[in-house]
């Protein structure tokens, strides 16, 4: 019998210039995503989340290295 990992499974999926509604499984009324939709199923996902810098290059380097944007 394989031990279980006690670590998470974590897919971080980073998308630049995406509304809330984006995939079919967001509610896009005509967008099929089926793909994207099974990952949906089975995840967490932020309906609420802020960003501090709405550039995209500074926010995916703080998300890369850990620091807030005024620090690099």
């Given at each position: 019998m394989e031990?279980?990992?006690s670590r998470p499974n974590i897919i971080f999926l980073l998308a630049?210039?995406?509304?809330?509604?984006s995939f079919s499984g967001m509610g896009h009324p005509f967008v099929k995503t089926p793909n994207v939709d099974r990952l949906l199923?089975?995840?967490?996902?932020?309906k609420n989340a802020y960003?501090?810098?709405p550039?995209?290059?500074p926010s995916r380097v703080s998300f890369l290295t850990?620091?807030?944007e005024r620090v690099h």
């Open positions: 031990e279980e990992s630049d210039d995406q509304r809330d509604n199923q089975g995840a967490v996902r932020f960003i501090a810098e550039v995209c290059s850990g620091m807030h």
